[in-house]
């Protein structure tokens, strides 16, 4: 079966080569008519044959043609399909033959989107994508399909649309390599029977609406102010358990109460005109008032010997 594109749709890919891209056909076009003329002159001036001879050395260069090295050329007998020619130099037969077109068999890149398309959660996006792919069986691709490089772009375009239409909005943005895969598998299934593989696909871009993308902007900020709030709660309880933990070890040991009080007070008085409230039973349970006495001495010693 030969697919055919709409020609509203469709866009012309076909290559073919003309007398300036074939330099050995321009040569030897040009040196078969030298002859002809130099024969006319010197030997005959039949005008018979020198029309005869600029005809014939007219099919003899129509029937030079190259490919180049990346390229493959699709040769039709008589609108028949006979063979594949190149790359490089090759020879038809004038008039009988014909090269319909060059098929490229290097790496091709083809863009396509989905615009406003649904989700399954019913949310309209733009997408934009990209499918890398090569003709691996140029006969198929010239004698199954026409245009196509417009038939791939199409049905990358089908395709994309319909595996949005499956998927929902976290899965589009949270999976796009799982989302290019798919597409990629069912390219593969449509394009291999027209000797066309597809190697790659990438998902370029996902536009959401601007409401949608400000309300999911709030909605992330709202969860991660929560997740502080949590953290903030989970570090007061694991506070508290130590603070609980170290009045049981005071609670036991009242000397040691009493070295963490003198410890706290030290650290206070060590900054420069710091200012410490004290209750006065601290002060009367720990004789913090002595000791804190003896400090405040001892620094205005250290002052005035400065």
């Given at each position: 079966m030969r697919i055919k594109i709409e020609p509203e749709l469709r866009r012309t890919h076909i290559h073919r080569k003309g007398a300036c891209n074939n330099p050995i056909a321009f040569t030897a076009l040009v040196i078969l008519i030298g002859l002809n003329f130099?024969?006319?002159?010197?030997?005959?001036?039949?005008d018979i044959t020198l029309v005869l001879g600029i005809i014939l050395a007219t099919l003899i260069a129509s029937s030079i043609h190259i490919a180049d090295q990346w390229e493959k050329a699709v040769v039709l007998r008589m609108g028949k399909f006979i063979g594949l020619k190149g790359p490089g130099p090759f020879v038809i037969i004038p008039i009988v033959d014909r090269v319909h077109n060059y098929i490229d068999q290097r790496v091709r890149v083809t863009d396509f989107k989905a615009e406003e398309t649904l989700t399954k959660d019913t949310v309209p996006v733009n997408v934009d994508a990209v499918v890398y792919w090569t003709v691996w069986d140029v006969e198929k691709a010239a004698l199954e399909v026409q245009e196509y490089t417009s038939?791939?772009?199409y049905i990358a375009q089908t395709g994309l649309r319909d595996i949005i239409g499956k998927h929902e909005l976290a899965d589009l943005l949270q999976n796009r390599e799982k989302i290019g895969e798919a597409l990629q598998t069912t390219l593969d299934e449509n394009t291999n029977p027209w000797g066309i593989t597809c190697q790659n696909v990438g998902i370029k871009d996902i536009v959401i609406p601007a409401a949608l993308a400000d309300a999911m902007s709030k909605q992330a900020q709202a969860e991660r102010e929560r997740q502080a709030r949590v953290i903030l709660g989970t570090a007061e309880t694991e506070i508290s358990a130590k603070f609980a933990q170290a009045s049981e070890n005071y609670l036991n040991n009242p000397?040691?109460?009493?070295?963490?009080?003198?410890?706290?007070?030290?650290?206070?008085?060590?900054?420069?005109?710091?200012?410490?409230?004290?209750?006065?039973?601290?002060?009367?349970?720990?004789?913090?008032?002595?000791?804190?006495?003896?400090?405040?001495?001892?620094?205005?010693?250290?002052?005035?010997?400065k």
């Amino acid at each position: 079966m030969r697919i055919k594109i709409e020609p509203e749709l469709r866009r012309t890919h076909i290559h073919r080569k003309g007398a300036c891209n074939n330099p050995i056909a321009f040569t030897a076009l040009v040196i078969l008519i030298g002859l002809n003329f130099l024969i006319y002159f010197l030997l005959s001036k039949n005008d018979i044959t020198l029309v005869l001879g600029i005809i014939l050395a007219t099919l003899i260069a129509s029937s030079i043609h190259i490919a180049d090295q990346w390229e493959k050329a699709v040769v039709l007998r008589m609108g028949k399909f006979i063979g594949l020619k190149g790359p490089g130099p090759f020879v038809i037969i004038p008039i009988v033959d014909r090269v319909h077109n060059y098929i490229d068999q290097r790496v091709r890149v083809t863009d396509f989107k989905a615009e406003e398309t649904l989700t399954k959660d019913t949310v309209p996006v733009n997408v934009d994508a990209v499918v890398y792919w090569t003709v691996w069986d140029v006969e198929k691709a010239a004698l199954e399909v026409q245009e196509y490089t417009s038939a791939v772009a199409y049905i990358a375009q089908t395709g994309l649309r319909d595996i949005i239409g499956k998927h929902e909005l976290a899965d589009l943005l949270q999976n796009r390599e799982k989302i290019g895969e798919a597409l990629q598998t069912t390219l593969d299934e449509n394009t291999n029977p027209w000797g066309i593989t597809c190697q790659n696909v990438g998902i370029k871009d996902i536009v959401i609406p601007a409401a949608l993308a400000d309300a999911m902007s709030k909605q992330a900020q709202a969860e991660r102010e929560r997740q502080a709030r949590v953290i903030l709660g989970t570090a007061e309880t694991e506070i508290s358990a130590k603070f609980a933990q170290a009045s049981e070890n005071y609670l036991n040991n009242p000397v040691a109460l009493q070295l963490r009080g003198m410890n706290m007070l030290f650290e206070g008085l060590k900054e420069k005109g710091s200012l410490i409230i004290v209750p006065s039973s601290a002060l009367e349970s720990m004789n913090l008032g002595a000791i804190g006495g003896l400090s405040a001495l001892a620094e205005q010693q250290t002052n005035a010997q400065k």
